[in-house]
């Protein structure tokens, strides 16, 4: 079965410094989907950044980067210039593509200012 | 276009009662999945429904609980005789066939 786990409980930074979350999956697949779920206290999950498992390019989107090693089966994120408004549950999830998601147990991302 | 949208927002339920969750998927989304969240914990997938159509139950528990997702209409969660241990938040995705999800704002249910 196919399993997420990010074995960071809880991690803090200084606001404009950079963070990086940890994320590692187990599959035996070799086309899937990877991404990143921010979920503040308001409860909504949002989207952070999506990555193709047959592009070799990290995707990007403005503050947020992944590092994602196919072989290593290793899906990092980075937040740059942290802001306080980054501060959240973060979630890392797997997928085929139109099937259910596989979620990791979450980061708790505190931002000091 | 209005994203997914559930209801209620919250739901108090006493012991023995019946919980129904709604889900309407955002217009031209075709797919819904249901997922539990207990505190403090990630997402856990339940079902996923096409129209009329349950693909994927694997992670239903097979007493009390149920899905559908009507021709027309919203999907619905139904939950029958809750107990405390069902208190959590629901959480509703939808997606166009090349899954690009999109979730609802969920539903906390708590059991009294």
């Known amino acids: 079965a196919q399993t997420v786990t990010q074995s960071q409980p809880e991690m803090s930074v200084q606001e404009a410094e950079t963070v990086t979350l940890s994320c590692t999956y187990d599959?035996?697949?070799?086309?899937?989907?990877l991404f990143w779920y921010k979920q503040p206290p308001s409860r909504q999950m949002i989207l952070v950044i999506r990555?193709?498992?047959?592009?070799?390019q990290n995707a990007t989107e403005n503050r947020f980067s992944v590092n994602f090693q196919k072989a290593a089966k290793s899906f990092s994120l980075k937040i740059s210039d942290s802001q306080l408004g980054d501060a959240a549950m973060y979630f890392c999830?797997?997928?085929?593509?139109?099937?259910?998601?596989?979620f990791g147990q979450g980061t708790r991302l505190t931002i000091n200012p | 276009n209005a994203g997914v949208m559930q209801n209620p927002r919250h739901l108090v339920r006493r012991r023995g009662q019946e919980a129904r969750l709604r889900c309407s998927p955002m217009?031209?989304?075709?797919?819904v999945y249901w997922y539990r969240q207990l505190p403090e914990e990630g997402l856990k997938f339940m079902v996923y429904?096409?129209?009329?159509?349950?693909?994927?139950e694997s992670g239903m528990p097979k007493e009390r609980f149920s899905a559908e997702f009507p021709k027309e209409g919203p999907s619905i969660l139904r939950i029958q005789q809750v107990v405390r241990g069902d208190s959590a938040a629901y959480f509703c995705?939808?997606?166009?066939?090349?899954?690009?999800?999109?979730f609802g704002s969920g539903t906390r249910l708590t059991v009294v």
């Open positions: 599959t035996s697949e070799s086309d899937y989907y």
């Open positions: 995705a939808s997606s166009p066939p090349q899954g690009r999800y999109t």
């Open positions: 217009k031209g989304h075709s797919h």
């Open positions: 999830a797997w997928t085929q593509g139109a099937q259910k998601l596989v």
């Open positions: 429904l096409q129209k009329e159509n349950i693909i994927d």
């Open positions: 990555q193709e498992a047959y592009k070799q």
